[in-house]
């Protein structure tokens, strides 16, 4: 599911509502996490609290997650009360959009040379785990205003 | 209860290479998308843009991952790294020979067709007890759950 307009998706954001921080093991046992846990992110840039996961199958050193499930409350016609606005979260928080400068008066764009895209990859951040849960991930950026007000409660594709 | 036929023409069955599998999901929506729109009732969600939206699949797949126990040898090349594995299941009908799901149907409805040995619903004979499904996910569950139990501790990583 990339890009965002899958989360909106009726079939899709039952196959996949929310993403937890995927956490290595050697990680989650040295925190003390448990399941159900979240965890404060902080890279040189922001930081963001989110519900997380033990994963074996990682480098010790790694973390990840889908980014493309979160979602702004209210956005792209969502109840706010959506998992994707409580339980999932975007890493976008976590990095600058363009890298530090260079000295030669541009700035040039943080991105994947290739592919254009957004490189998270190669980002160094701590994990921290909180003391409870958090009813929402945050940043919590607000409640956008649907411009096309709500979808229909029931949904019936195929009916004639 | 429903019985199955003695004998069929033809034994169809579904095969699902585990090994090939990486969960995509694409199965599932083509599915749904197939059934909900061809005959009989759609496939419904509900409260479909809210906070909890529910709705009809006829097949799901869940990823897990196995760990298996590392041996001393393996300690010493890999440290305490685990040697861990994704496993995406696709759960869909197997077509099985002796469709259990058939069996506890009170109706009719769920039926194994004599000329090719696929098993369908015919839903206007469907109460709804929902019977079919709880054995097929123990049929499944008594033949896979030992193997898959016995290459080391697994956790799901999908809802």
């Known amino acids: ?160 | 209860m429903t019985t199955l036929p003695e004998t069929t023409e033809k034994k169809l069955g579904l095969v699902i290479d585990l090994d090939t599998c990486v969960g995509c999901h694409a199965c599932v929506i083509s599915c749904k998308e197939w059934n909900t729109s061809n005959y009989g009732a759609p496939l419904a969600d509900t409260n479909a843009y809210g906070a909890d939206p529910v709705g009809s699949f006829l097949n799901r797949v869940h990823t897990f991952e196995v760990s298996p126990a590392v041996t001393e040898a393996d300690r010493q090349v890999i440290g305490e790294t685990p040697i861990a594995q994704v496993v995406h299941f696709p759960k869909s009908c197997l077509h099985c020979e002796d469709a259990p799901c058939v069996t506890v149907c009170p109706t009719g409805a769920s039926y194994k067709r004599t000329e090719d040995g696929i098993v369908l619903v015919n839903e206007d004979d469907c109460i709804a007890l929902s019977w079919s499904t709880r054995t097929t996910v123990s049929a499944v569950g008594s033949v896979l759950g030992p193997a898959l139990m016995a290459r080391g501790r697994w956790i799901r990583l999908s809802r």
């Open chain 1, 1 to 160: 599911m990339y890009h965002s307009w899958g989360s909106q998706n009726a079939w899709l954001r039952q196959i996949h509502g929310h993403n937890p921080l995927y956490i290595p093991t050697a990680v989650w046992k040295a925190q003390g996490f448990a399941e159900g846990d979240w965890a404060r992110v902080i890279s040189p840039h922001g930081e963001i609290t989110v519900p997380v996961a033990r994963m074996d199958a990682l480098n010790p050193n790694t973390v990840w997650t889908w980014n493309a499930i979160g979602k702004r409350k209210g956005a792209w016609a969502l109840d706010p009360e959506a998992p994707e606005a409580k339980k999932g979260f975007l890493l976008n928080h976590l990095i600058h959009e363009l890298l530090p400068p260079k000295g030669d008066g541009l700035r040039w764009s943080n991105s994947d040379p290739v592919t254009g895209q957004a490189a998270w990859y190669d980002l160094r951040v701590r994990v921290e785990r909180t003391e409870n849960p958090l009813p929402a991930s945050l940043p919590d950026t607000g409640t956008q205003k649907s411009p096309v007000g709500q979808g229909p409660e029931t949904v019936r594709f195929g009916e004639e």
